[in-house]
């Protein structure tokens, strides 16, 4: 559990260190919250290894929007 003062923190920040500016903020999750996304991400991933035709669209879909937006980024 992380703790700050003595009580437990619900969130957790990521901080820039030159501006103090606060970049992202989390939300500390239990053991089980945290244990239920692993198992959500482990189901996806075993039903997008199996569909390669979907993972080349998704990849050419991508490089496609990169190159649109490539002054942007």
């Known amino acids: ?7 437990a923190a619900t969130e957790l920040k990521t901080i820039n ?3 103090e ?5 989390y939300e500390i999750m239990t ?3 945290i244990n239920d996304k692993v198992s959500k991400a482990r ?3 075993n ?3 199996k ?3 979907k993972r080349t669209d998704f990849i ?3 490089a496609q929007e990169l190159k649109k937006n490539k002054e942007e980024l």
């Not at 559990?1 to 009580?7: L, P, Q, R, W």
């Open 60 to 62: 050419h879909d991508f």
């Open 21 to 25: 500016e606060v970049i992202n903020q």
């Open 43 to 45: 189901d996806a991933f």
């Open 47 to 49: 039903e997008w290894k």
């Open 1 to 7: 559990m992380i703790e700050k003062g003595g009580a």
């Open 31 to 33: 053991k089980e919250q």
């Open 51 to 53: 569909d390669s035709d």
């Open 17 to 19: 260190p030159a501006t």
